[in-house]
Every structure is written in C-alpha cells, then in structure tokens.
C-alpha cells in the first residue's frame, strides 16, 4: 500500500520569504505521479503542481517549483516570494498511474504567510 | 470558470435521515467520477469511485449501505448518506478526472447531523 507523510503539521513565513513544504512517501510502483494541492480557507481543493515519475526534471509553475528525489522517496514543494494569498493547507498527493482519479493524501501541511 | 459544482454546498439533517449530495461535471462527460471525505483540519480520504452505468467501487471500511452512489448520467454522481448520525458529520469532496492524470475538486458539502 501506498503512504505519503507531511511531517510539518503547521509553518509560517514572512511575506516575500520562501519556504519549503516536506513530503515522503512510500510505494513500490514504478509508474506514478506526485502532486501538490492547495486548500484555502474556502476548502476548494487547487492543484498547484504536478510531477510525473519518469520525468527526472523538477516540476516549476511560477514562484511554485518541487524537489523530487525519487530514490529518496521525497517530494518537497518551494513557494518563493511568499505571498499573503499563499496563506491555506497544503496536501502532498500520490496517484498510481494504473489507477487515475485516485489520490492518496498526506496529511496536511498549514502554511501561514505573514505581513 | 468552475468545472465541477456540488449541490448543497452546507446541509443539516436529523439524526436518522438521509441527505443526499450532489456533483455534477459541468463542461464534459465524466464516466468516473471520486468521493472524498474530510473531518476538520484533517486529510481527505478516498471513500468511493463512482462509475457511470455500473456500481461504485467502495475502498476498504466504508460502508457501502450507509454512503449509497448513483452515477445517474455523465455529468451527474449522487452520495446519499443514510439514516445519518452525527459522526456522519464531515466535509464531502468529489472530484473529476477531466484530464489524464490530474483531479478537479467540486468546492464540498458540509454535512451537519443533529
């Protein structure tokens, strides 16, 4: 069975900062994708960034960019010049790609961005 | 603009009613659609894939009699929690997978059971 661990419950950083998010995970597929979601205060679910495992570059999306180490089993997310927006729960996600749709979640990251 | 919508979006119930949740892909045909649930400051956790035609397919320790799925159409999945108590109450999240490999969320139901 797959399992994705977030072992930082609750940051913080100053406005304009960078931060990095942790996440490991455990499986023995070979074929699959890691993702990032981002849950504001309204709860909708945002997708942040995507990482397919094959793919040895690291994933960017503008100021959100990820460090994978595959034979680490470990997928951290950066998020430079924080901003107050930025401010939700972050979810690091794992989906087989055998079985699409099916998101396997860590446990939540807090992040609070402060002025 | 929203590409999966949930219908309502905050619901009270009685102990020992049902409720039933809507979601609905609005701008494609969705032949699986997911169910999530999510307590407070926690994790979603998969409960159910809802496939269009057929029967859902329920992940370990949900119970399939209590969480009833109904993919009535290609844009419409239902989840009609029954007979509910209050540790039914919880946030339900479902998702779309309009493109391979990458999941659209409806924006929830809160669930309150009285």
């Known amino acids: 069975a797959q399992t994705v661990t977030q072992s930082q419950p609750e940051m913080s950083v100053q406005e304009a900062e960078t931060v990095t998010l942790s996440c490991t995970y455990d499986?023995?597929?070979?074929?699959?994708?890691l993702f990032w979601y981002k849950q504001p205060p309204s709860r909708q679910m945002i997708l942040v960034i995507r990482q397919e495992a094959y793919k040895q570059q690291n994933a960017t999306e503008n100021r959100f960019s990820v460090n994978f180490q595959k034979a680490a089993k470990s997928f951290s997310l950066k998020i430079s010049d924080s901003q107050l927006g930025d401010t939700a729960m972050y979810f690091c996600a794992f989906m087989k790609q055998s079985n699409t749709g099916k998101l396997i979640f860590g446990q939540g990251t807090t992040l609070q961005v402060k002025p | 603009g929203a590409v999966v919508s949930q219908h309502p979006s905050w619901v009270i119930c009685k102990s020992g009613t049902s409720v039933k949740i809507e979601c609905r892909s609005l701008d494609f045909q969705a032949t699986t659609m997911f169910w999530y649930r999510q307590f407070p400051k926690q994790s979603l956790m998969l409960m159910a894939t809802?496939?269009?035609?057929?029967?859902?397919?329920?992940e370990q320790g949900v119970e399939k009699d209590k969480f009833l799925i109904n993919h009535a159409s290609l844009t419409l999945s239902t989840l009609t929690v029954t007979s509910a108590h209050p540790e039914d109450s919880s946030f339900y999240i479902c998702?779309?997978?309009?493109?391979?490999?990458?999941?659209?969320f409806g924006p929830g139901t809160r669930l309150t059971v009285t």
């Open positions: 499986t023995s597929e070979s074929n699959y994708y």
């Open positions: 998702s779309v997978d309009r493109v391979p490999y990458e999941q659209y």
């Open positions: 809802s496939n269009e035609g057929s029967k859902a397919t329920y």
